[in-house]
């Protein structure tokens, strides 16, 4: 054990003693100076720190009978008592006992009794490494901003290490990393304390913690160490702007979007955390008219209208739109909002001319209007298409952009004299929007409508007589033209009346159309005439229209019958007829002859015995007029007889005349004279004209009988199988019957127009049979003059077996 306390210092001379410990008690009597040992501290139990006794020049024997012992304040050490040596009792630790202080002595007095004496003894503990570097905490927090710019130092706590000398702290070493580096720096007392530099700017968004490890080291051998970590929390900087998801949005909205549609939302992300990282949003520019319409939730991002949109008047919005954080860091982006056009816009129709008014007889293909579409909207909501209404004579010609109006048929304002013309413009949207315009056309008159009489021809029955100036009829006609083109105006243009004359039978009143009689008719005179009045309207150039009216003029009873035969004697004295006595009864004596001027019944004549001398002796025809012997003559009859006839018509009243009639029978004419001259005695001359006249009445009868016979043979001989009647010029015309009166018509004998072409028949006078070859013997008739009167009896056989008379006249 001796051998471990090998740690001496040369120290003085009472170090070189204690190495020499046998000459300690040489001198100890002299010397009262300490002894001195020198230990390592931390020493076992038991360990040998010197020989004490033996340093103190006691023998073994000495230690227990001297009691050697040691004392001190606190007892480090004991002595063993066999064999005197310093032992450590307890242990012992420098840095307990000496704390900082370089130098670590204890004191201690050794004793011995017998006698007593008292030694200083110093034990000199020696440092140990038994102390490894510490740190105060064993974690070291550190929060560094990220804006932090190289070169920043942190003094970071120092470790500590109780040892002395080299086994005290001698260095300090970080954990290798890229950001730091350690600076050891000397205290004033001479430790060392490290400081952190900073070499490297910080990122936190790459990295936001560090993780470093401290080291101090000894210089002991083996050095010991301590460990310090360090955790670095980087502190965030606003170091990071917001930055958009996109640089541009783009989106389309339509354009009938309510307010308050949400249209997108722009989103921008900072890196930085906590307010660093809060982000506002906003317009960027101030008086940018697309704030107006949208808006911008400045914590979402989100932006909606606010407004309606139209397309029409802003097809694109482009804002921009600027992202900031708390730390004033702003980015900025683009928001380009689309608008897309809806059907929304009308077409409009716009005329730019239009005549309203144009004339019917306009050829088709004239321009009514000049029209153009207009729709606000694009593409195909704004193609346009225009039509008309229904059943209108018009279409619409489209070129470049315009369209015309024009007419597609032939107009009559008669019959439309106004059009609605309604134009539609349609759009090709979807669904399709149209408007439409309604243009009201008025159609002008051309005078392109002739009057039409309401008649195809009129007829009318005037009765004779009637009173001049009495309207006899009314033609109408109708224009359905306006105005002077509609305004009718009659007039009689043509007649069958003679020119000169007709102004003094007929006129019209040119505005009302009504005929007016400008005379009285008389129906023996002119039984029918016609007209043709004519209606024209007042147009330029004028139209018009003829209509043929036809004038009967109706029979009157106005003529009495008119006897002609037997007639009074040029003196007034009455002619006789002879009879045969021999006559036998039936035989035909004389036929009473009288016409009536009238026709039909007022002209249909029937004959009755007034008076008669014998009335048994003589029968009248009573339409025939015949007069007969009913019986032979007796011996006393009178040879000389007297009839008075009545001719009556049949008229209503009728009217009637007389005639009377001398018979005498006599077988000559000798025989008759004288007996006529017992009555009342005509005059020589007289009696004279008396014969010629009734030998000149014979002669005219027989040649004019002759005449007739001759015409009548030429007719037969001509036609023989024909059923031909006999006609007389302007006079009675019958075939071979009694007149059977058809007063359909109203008037009888009709006395013009009897020789119509055979097979034709008038239906209006269809009671007289057409006689077809008569002109011959009307030729003849007319031979004569006018003026001239016929008369005749007729008296002959063939006739009066035909039991026909014949009227005569003008
Ligand atoms: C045309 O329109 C007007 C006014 O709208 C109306 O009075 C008239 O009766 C219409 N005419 C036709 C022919 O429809
Ligand atoms: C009407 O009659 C007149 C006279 O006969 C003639 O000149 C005219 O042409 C006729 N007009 C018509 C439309 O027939």
């Known amino acids: 054990m001796g051998g471990s306390c090998a740690h001496r210092r040369p120290a003085g001379p009472w170090q070189v003693l204690l190495m020499f410990p046998f000459l300690l008690p040489l001198f100890y009597p002299a010397l009262s100076e300490p002894i001195r040992y020198a230990i390592p501290e931390e020493l076992p139990k038991g360990s040998v720190v010197g020989r004490l006794a033996k340093d103190l020049g006691l023998s073994v024997l000495d230690v227990s009978a001297r009691k050697l012992r040691v004392s001190a304040e606190k007892l480090h050490f004991s002595v063993d008592a066999e064999s005197g040596d310093l032992l450590v009792k307890d242990r012992i630790d420098r840095e307990q006992i000496c704390k900082e202080r370089r130098r670590c002595e204890l004191q201690l007095e050794a004793v011995v009794e017998n006698p007593l004496n008292i030694f200083d003894v110093t034990v000199q503990i020696e440092d140990v490494n038994d102390h490894a570097p510490q740190f105060h905490k064993g974690e070291i927090n550190l929060e560094i901003s990220e804006s932090t710019s190289p070169g920043m130092r942190t003094i970071l706590e120092s470790a500590e290490d109780p040892d002395t000398g080299v086994n005290s702290l001698s260095k300090y070493q970080l954990s290798p990393n890229d950001y730091f580096s350690l600076v050891v720096k000397d205290n004033p007392d001479g430790s060392k304390y490290p400081e952190l530099v900073l070499q490297k700017t910080l990122d936190r968004e790459s990295q936001s913690t560090h993780h470093l490890v401290l080291t101090a080291l000894d210089g002991g051998d083996p050095p010991r160490s301590g460990t310090a970590q360090i955790r670095i929390l980087v502190v965030d900087a606003n170091d990071n702007p917001p930055v958009f998801s996109q640089d541009v949005y783009r989106v389309s909205l339509r354009e009938d979007a309510p307010p308050g549609t949400s249209v997108l939302r722009v989103s921008a992300t900072d890196q930085d955390e906590g307010i660093n990282a809060e982000i506002t949003y906003s317009f960027l520019g101030a008086a940018d008219k697309a704030q107006h319409v949208f808006s911008l939730d400045s914590t979402t991002g989100n932006i909606i ?452 072409p055979g097979g034709q028949t008038n239906s209006e006078f269809n009671f007289l049979t057409s006689v077809d070859h008569c002109s011959a013997t009307q030729d003849i008739l007319n031979n004569k003059d006018s003026s001239s009167v016929l008369l005749a009896s007729i008296l002959t056989p063939s006739i009066e077996a035909d039991k026909t008379f014949k009227q005569v006249s003008i």
């Open 305 to 756: 209208t606010r407004q309606p949109l139209d397309f029409e008047e802003v097809e694109r919005y482009t804002m921009n739109v600027e992202a900031k954080d708390r730390g004033s860091l702003s980015t900025q982006c683009k928001v380009i909002i689309e608008v897309l056009d809806e059907n929304d816009n009308r077409p409009e129709i716009v005329i730019t001319s239009l005549s309203d008014y144009i004339l019917e007889n306009s050829p088709p293909g004239t321009v009514i209007a000049l029209f153009k579409t207009r729709d606000r909207d694009s593409g195909e909501n704004g193609v346009v298409r225009c039509s008309l209404s229904r059943d209108v004579p018009f279409k619409i010609h489209s070129s470049n952009r315009y369209y015309k109006l024009v007419t597609d048929a032939s107009l009559d304002r008669e019959q439309d004299s106004e059009y609605n013309v309604t134009i539609t413009a349609t759009d090709r949207g979807n669904p399709p929007l149209s408007s439409s315009t309604t243009v009201i056309l008025h159609i002008g008159d051309v005078n392109d409508n002739a009057p039409v009489f309401q008649q195809v021809s009129y007829v009318v029955h005037v009765s004779e007589n009637n009173p001049p100036g009495a309207s006899i009829a009314q033609v109408s006609a109708s224009d359905p033209d306006l105005g002077p083109n509609g305004h009718v105006s009659y007039s009689i243009v043509a007649s069958d009346l003679e020119p000169r004359a007709l102004s003094s039978y007929v006129s019209v009143n040119p505005q009302s159309g009504v005929v007016f009689a400008q005379r009285a008719f008389d129906h023996e005179q002119l039984r029918a005439f016609e007209l043709t009045l004519q209606a024209r309207d007042q147009g330029s150039p004028a139209l018009s229209a003829n209509v043929s009216l036809r004038v009967l003029v109706g029979d009157l009873n106005d003529n009495a019958p008119r006897v002609l035969y037997p007639a009074l004697g040029p003196d007034g004295s009455a002619l006789f007829d002879m009879v045969p006595r021999a006559a036998e009864p039936g035989y035909l004596v004389t036929k009473v002859v009288a016409v009536d001027a009238d026709s039909g019944h007022n002209a249909w004549l029937s004959y009755h015995v007034l008076q008669a001398s014998d009335p048994g002796l003589f029968s009248l025809g009573l339409r025939t007029g015949e007069v007969r012997t009913a019986r032979a003559l007796g011996d006393r009859d009178a040879a000389r007889q007297r009839l008075l006839v009545a001719v009556r018509d049949g008229g209503r009243p009728p009217l009637s005349a007389t005639a009377t009639l001398h018979l005498v029978f006599a077988d000559n004419l000798q025989e008759v004279l004288p007996d006529l001259n017992d009555h009342p005695e005509p005059s020589d001359t007289q009696m004279e004209l008396q014969f010629y006249l009734v030998v000149a009445l014979a002669l005219i009868s027989v040649l004019f009988l002759l005449a007739i016979i001759l015409a009548i043979a030429l007719r037969l001989r001509q036609s023989s199988s024909s059923a031909a009647g006999v006609c007389f010029g302007k006079g009675l015309c019958s075939k071979s019957k009694q007149v059977p009166p058809n007063y359909s018509e109203g008037t009888l004998p009709y006395a013009y127009n009897l020789c119509v």
